[in-house]
């Protein structure tokens, strides 16, 4: 089965200051999708960032960036120059090419001081 | 463009009640995909809506069910509701089934079931 684990509940970073939020997930598929959601107080899911399994360059948008890590099924996201809007949970999900099952972690609640 | 919308925004119901939650889509997509978010968890897939058709369900009992209408927007409907049905629902939408297509997501309804 495919599972996707958050093993941060919580994360905090200085405002301007890097933070790394782990994801990791367990799979027997070759073609597959990564995604790191955003979701803020007002409740709405917002795409961060996407990375195709096939593609060994880590995708990047703007001050967000991942590792990705298929052998060791790792996909970690970093924001750099961290702002108070970024406060929010954050979600890993997984899904499959041709799978319409989006697979989401527990998520990572994330907070920014000023 | 108009995002994904969701009504109601808000609904209270008690256990045994019959529950409907709508949704339309971003103009021109025509999958809508409905997942539950329990307080602290990331969103768990329920069904996928393509061309009117199912083209994908989740670990949800038969008390759930979906329809997508000719315009493409779509309902969920939960019968003999328990308590443990309380939760957000999203819907998102996507222009196609597979594939790296992103979801957008809708702001979601909050069931609470007394």
């Known amino acids: 089965a495919q599972t996707v684990t958050q093993s941060q509940p919580e994360m905090s970073v200085q405002e301007a200051e890097t933070v790394t939020l782990s994801c990791t997930y367990d799979?027997?598929?070759?073609?597959?999708?990564l995604f790191w959601y955003k979701q803020p107080p007002s409740r709405q899911m917002i795409l961060v960032i996407r990375?195709?399994?096939?593609?060994?360059q880590n995708a990047t948008e703007n001050r967000f960036s991942v590792n990705f890590q298929k052998a060791a099924k790792s996909f970690s996201l970093k924001i750099s120059d961290s702002q108070l809007g970024d406060a929010a949970m954050y979600f890993c999900?997984?899904?499959?090419?041709?799978?319409?099952?989006?697979?989401f972690g527990a998520g990572t609640r994330l907070t920014v001081k000023p | 463009d108009a995002g994904v919308t969701q009504s109601p925004t808000h609904l209270i119901k008690t256990r045994g009640q019959h529950v409907t939650l709508r949704c339309s889509p971003i103009?021109?997509?025509?999958?809508v995909s409905w997942y539950q978010q329990v307080l602290g968890q990331g969103p768990q897939f329920i069904f996928q809506?393509?061309?009117?058709?199912?083209?994908g369900r989740g670990n949800f009992p038969d008390r759930f069910s979906a329809r997508q209408f000719p315009n493409y927007s779509s309902e969920l409907n939960v019968n003999a509701l328990l308590l443990g049905d309380s939760a957000l629902y999203l819907c998102?939408?996507?222009?196609?089934?597979?594939?790296?297509?992103?979801?957008?997501f809708g702001p979601g309804t909050r069931l609470t079931v007394t």
């Open positions: 998102a939408s996507s222009f196609t089934q597979f594939g790296s297509y992103e979801q957008y």
């Open positions: 799979t027997s598929e070759s073609d597959y999708y």
């Open positions: 990375q195709e399994a096939y593609k060994q």
């Open positions: 999900a997984y899904r499959t090419y041709n799978n319409n099952d989006m697979r």
């Open positions: 103009s021109g997509h025509k999958s």
């Open positions: 809506y393509y061309e009117k058709e199912e083209r």
